[in-house]
Structure formats: structure tokens, C-alpha cells
């Protein structure tokens, strides 16, 4: 499937996350990974290290994790590329870390110079609030750009609230997408420049927003069943 998409895509570089097949025999046949599709092939493969087990996650019950990361060479950036939890183990941010290692910081320190972020974090109240600091602390103490990039949608009781962004180095926020929409933002990384898009308010507007959004979701997901 992720060649098909691959040569689906010729003339873009694109990273898309997929299920990869583990290395090693621990007894879970898949890995939780994005791949870089370019020129209509795979061209590179990060797998995730940190699997969380808490609040509505058990990923380790299904995935093995990645022994070890690459940076990704495009160009003249070296991008640390990551996935949802590996980016959110800061020890300067969080006052008691969830695991020994933080990937990022792993990534950087081998010379990266920008972050990419693909998440699957779901919406909770107050989550807009804290996301970007714990992202902006990477910036700010490595000053590397930070890419995060969150799905958007309903599933399995979840909602996803989007909300994508680009953090400069400086901290700032300067692109950003829509919460609880799909959508599309153009970013120069040399300017430091973006789109910003408006915003959802905080609080019980985001609150109603996610349950608009999950109503919808169950909607389309009961119909598309149902035919």
C-alpha cells in the first residue's frame, strides 16, 4: 500500500505514516512508522521508540518499538522526524518524564536542524494550552524549527482536533492551521513565514466544537457503514 501511494505521488515529497513489519521477534508483527515518499518511491522509514500505555493508550500491546533513529537528509536541512510521543518527553519541560530516553533531543544533539511531528493526539480540554510550550521548549533551548502536524477527525470515540503548526526557533507560533477542520497551510522555512489561519477560542467553544465534530464523524462513519 505505501508504494502505491508512493508512486501515486511523483512530484511530491511527502510524509505519511503507515504500519511497518518489526525487525525482531517479540511476539508484535508491526511497528508504528512514517515513511518519506519521493520520486514515486519510499525513500525513508522512521519507525517510533516511545509507546504510551496510559489515559486511552496501549500501543505497546500492538507495536514493537524502534531501537534507534536516523536523522533525514533533504536538501540542506537534517530533519529530526518523529512520531506523537517521541516528541513530548522533554526534561526541561515535564516534571516527571514517562520514559529515559527523548528522542528529539537524541535527534538534534546528531545534528538535525528541524523538527517534523506527525501525531494522532486526541482533543482534551485544556491541550491547546500546553502543546505548544512543551514543542516550543524544543525550540527555544536547540533553536530548530518544530513541524507538528496532527490529524484531524473522529475515531474509535476520539477526536482528533488538527490544530497543525510550525514553532520557530525564536518560540513563535508562525503558521498554523485550523482546529477541528480539515485544512491546508503553505510555510517558507528560510522566511520563517506562514499561513496562520483563525482559531478556535479555548475553553467551551473548542468543547463544543469537538462535539460538533465527533457528531459529524459518527455520521459519515454510520453512513458509509450502512451503503
Not at 91 to 105: A, G, I, N, Q, T
Not at 119 to 124: E, N, R, V
Not at 146 to 170: C, R, T, Y
Amino acid at each position: 500500500m505505501i508504494q502505491e501511494i508512493a508512486r501515486a505521488v511523483p512530484g511530491l515529497t511527502v510524509v505519511c505514516g503507515f504500519v511497518s513489519p518489526a525487525k525482531v521477534e517479540t511476539g508484535k508483527s508491526v511497528m508504528n512508522s512514517a515513511a518519506v515518499l519521493r520520486d514515486g518511491a519510499v525513500q525513508f522509514v522512521q519507525s517510533k521508540m516511545l509507546l504510551p500505555t496510559y489515559d486511552v493508550f496501549d500501543e505497546v500491546r500492538y507495536f514493537d518499538p524502534a531501537k534507534s533513529q536516523q536523522l533525514l537528509a533533504l536538501g540542506d536541512k537534517r530533519f529530526a522526524l518523529t512520531i506523537c510521543e517521541d516528541a513530548w518527553n522533554d526534561k526541561h519541560f515535564w516534571h516527571r518524564r514517562l520514559y529515559s530516553v527523548d528522542p528529539v533531543d537524541e535527534l538534534l544533539h546528531a545534528g538535525g536542524n528541524m523538527v517534523i511531528n506527525i501525531s494522532a493526539s486526541p482533543f482534551y480540554l485544556g491541550k491547546r494550552e500546553t502543546a505548544p510550550p512543551d514543542a516550543g521548549n524544543h525550540c527555544a533551548r536547540q533553536q530548530v524549527p518544530v513541524l507538528f502536524v496532527n490529524q484531524i477527525g473522529g475515531n474509535d470515540s476520539l477526536i482528533f482536533d488538527g490544530s497543525s503548526m510550525v514553532i520557530a526557533p525564536d518560540g513563535r507560533i508562525v503558521a498554523q492551521a485550523k482546529s477541528f477542520a480539515e485544512d491546508l497551510i503553505l510555510f517558507d522555512s528560510e522566511a520563517m513565514q506562514g499561513d496562520m489561519h483563525e482559531q478556535t477560542a479555548v475553553g467551551n467553544a473548542s468543547a463544543y466544537a469537538a462535539l460538533v465534530l465527533g457528531t459529524v464523524t459518527t455520521c459519515k462513519n454510520a453512513a458509509s457503514a450502512g451503503s
